[in-house]
């Protein structure tokens, strides 16, 4: 009888789900006495936070602690942003007594820091800027230990109304730029890299505190990141923050890539090494992240 001829036990490739996140993104699910607190009171205030909308991996962490970014002038953006996770359409009228409903919320909050944000309104001739610039003088006059930072829109050069947003006492503005120059057209398609850098200049020559946010694994390059970091530097901004992209939705663009933790404490090492005054740099960091801590830089 000829001998059996044992073959190699070949094992099935078991193929890693695509994009499947590392363990450095994972996070709690949002719990807790404070966290019900303030998901009470922006419900009962027919309020939008960009923590919600934007579906913010910290949510957890920082309603937790009592706090949270307000999103005004509605939930309906009139970009199309490839990353982001807002409605996009045609925006209805925006509500006015917004302004009140923010400011006396964030007084019952207790709030020592605001962050105050809003979607694109590029239909409106003043950007929304009159209800940006009433809703900061509302929160300092029924909370006048509160300190606000506004993370504003871009005001496609509209620089009148750039003024009437940055000028109603806010501690900290910030803009952000959300990727390097080359992917714009793919990530901020109705967006300009240089427009939003002159953003941020001309912000810093009125006399702010500046601060940007940009978001990687979108497939951006070392060298661009440092270009982007050298730009920043050269038109004032003070604080970046740099953080992991994640999809929102199928819809959305992919992430090309999970950045390490490692490779973010190294940009942060360059961004100060290149200028910048504050760099708060990490996979789960976004814009608004530790934003108290950025008032004084």
Known sequence: MDEFVR????????????????????????????YANV???????????????????????????????????GNVCTRSCSFCAVAT?????????????VAEAIKTMGVKHAVITSVNRDELKDRGAAIWHETVVLIKQLSPQTTIETL?????????????????GQEVVSH????????????????????????IRRTKEY????????????????????QAMDDLAANGLDILTLGQYLQPTKRHIEVAEFIHPDLFAHYREEGLRRGLKYVESGPLVRSSYHAERHVHV
């Open 7 to 34: 073959l190699p036990v070949i094992q099935p490739v078991v193929e890693q789900p695509k994009n499947r996140k590392p363990d450095w993104l994972r996070v709690k699910l949002p719990v807790g006495k404070e």
């Open 39 to 73: 998901r009470k009171i922006v419900d009962e205030n027919k309020l939008h936070t960009i923590c919600e909308s934007g579906n913010c991996p910290n949510m957890g962490e920082c309603w937790g602690a009592g706090t949270a970014t307000f999103m005004i002038l």
């Open 89 to 101: 359409g045609r925006p209805n009228e925006y509500d006015t007594d917004e302004p009140r409903r």
């Open 152 to 168: 504003i829109p871009d005001v496609k050069a509209n620089w009148e109304a750039l003024e009437v947003m940055i000028s109603a």
């Open 176 to 199: 952000n730029m959300e990727t390097v120059g080359s992917l714009y057209r793919m990530v901020r398609p109705q967006a300009k890299y240089d427009r939003s850098l002159e953003q």
């Open 207 to 226: 006399g702010q505190r500046t601060k940007t946010g940009i978001m990687l694994g979108l497939g951006e390059k070392k060298e661009e990141v440092y």
